[in-house]
């Protein structure tokens, strides 16, 4: 009995080492993911920002504006339009992000100690760069207010010392935790790599029964008298170990090479990861056993597989998502894992905290392994 599960897993490692397309497909897809992705993702912040300046006034005030803003550290002042219908242009075109007006009675107002309005125009058709561009300005034009502030005071006869002192009687120390320089390589690059694996995984697993059933030997296989429990069980374990196999690279480069940060135990790491594992087979061969072909299952699995790290939360708080989504999602492993590996990575909360994840992940993984055997024994 025992030789009988050996020549299955056999015989599973054969038919998946063969299949050229699915080889190249679990090897080299992730691995290619995360160079492609470290690559992209590896500046600390983004800088350089393609700026646009509009002066209208030709005081001493508006060309320190001018100066304050060609030194700020992420902007890059490329063009300077006449009047802000070039502006507009130029933001249209792409050719710049942040478009900044300087109005022509700047000099004056704040000369009155009256309030000035500069406008900062951030092209949002991009989310990220518009985010950048949105803060960076901001620093620029606090310490421009601060300082305007302050010599308003001094103007008034009071000291500089304590001018400063008092327009700057609340110091806000801002203190990112867990990602300090907030680099979006520490956040994004191993998730999006993992993203990846588990679409590569769910792709083989959605052909663990339809692969067998959907064939003629199906009935030969049933007539040498091995059980369909030890049949894809043996299938199951060798698809597992493979998914497993196949994410350590990941980890290692990611952890090791490319200095992606990891605060918690890499045995708990690796256990969490074979829970995810467990849970992401469990519903591609559900998925496998209700299908009628094995276009149908492929197409099954990625139907889950795909949006399935969108809406993780990972990328998009889930508290912001409709109370119906909130809780359609949470029947998904990947909601579980991508959320879990954020905490482990990042925070390290430890084995209490995560423990209700692992019990997810493994209920889902009994649950629908159940249910696959269930319809594969009436095949």
């Not at 310490?143 to 302050?150: C, K, V």
């Not at 588990?198 to 040498?224: D, F, H, P």
């Amino acid at each position: 009995m025992f030789k009988q599960g050996l020549s299955v897993m056999y015989r599973e490692i054969t038919y998946m080492w063969r299949d050229r397309g699915l080889r190249n497909l679990l090897l080299i897809g992730p691995l290619l993911g995360l160079f492609l992705f470290y690559a992209t993702y590896s500046a600390q912040a983004i800088k350089d920002i393609p700026t646009a300046i509009v002066c209208l006034d030709r005081s001493d005030t508006a060309r320190q504006l001018v100066e304050d803003m060609k030194n700020a550290e992420y902007l890059k002042v490329i063009a300077y339009p006449p009047n802000f219908q070039d502006l507009e242009e130029l933001i249209k075109n792409g050719r710049v992000v942040v478009g900044i007006v300087i109005p022509e009675d700047l000099g004056q107002k704040v000369a009155l100690h009256r309030q000035a309005t500069v406008l900062v125009a951030v092209d949002g058709s991009n989310m990220i760069y518009a985010t950048n561009a949105a803060s960076a300005v901001m620093t620029v034009t606090h310490t421009i207010s601060a300082r305007a502030g302050i010599n308003a005071l001094v103007s008034n006869g009071i000291n500089f010392s304590q001018a400063q002192e008092a327009y700057q009687g609340i110091n806000i120390r801002e203190e990112p935790w867990f990602n300090p320089t907030l680099n979006y390589a520490y956040f994004l690059v191993l998730a999006l790599t993992l993203n990846i694996w588990q679409q590569c995984c769910t792709l083989v697993a959605s052909m663990n029964v339809i692969g067998e059933t959907g064939r003629r030997s199906w009935y030969q296989i049933k007539a040498s008298g091995i059980s369909v429990f030890k049949l894809f069980f043996s299938k199951s374990i060798v698809q597992v170990t493979m998914f497993m196999l196949l994410v350590l690279p990941i980890y290692i480069i990611s952890y090791i090479f490319l200095h992606i940060p990891m605060h918690c135990n890499f045995g708990l790491l690796l256990l969490f990861t074979l829970a995810f594992t467990l849970a992401l087979h469990s519903i591609g061969t559900l998925a496998s056993s209700l299908s009628h072909s094995a276009i149908d299952s492929i197409r099954l699995g990625m139907l889950i597989a795909l949006p399935s790290f969108i809406l993780s939360g990972y990328t998009w708080p889930m508290e912001s998502m409709p109370h119906y989504l909130q809780q359609a999602v949470k029947i998904l492993p990947q909601t579980w894992f991508f959320q879990g590996i954020n905490y482990l990575t990042f925070k390290n909360p430890g084995p209490a905290f995560i423990g209700h994840y692992f019990l997810i992940l493994s209920l889902t993984a009994v649950t629908c392994y159940g249910v696959a055997a269930i319809v594969t024994l009436r095949k």
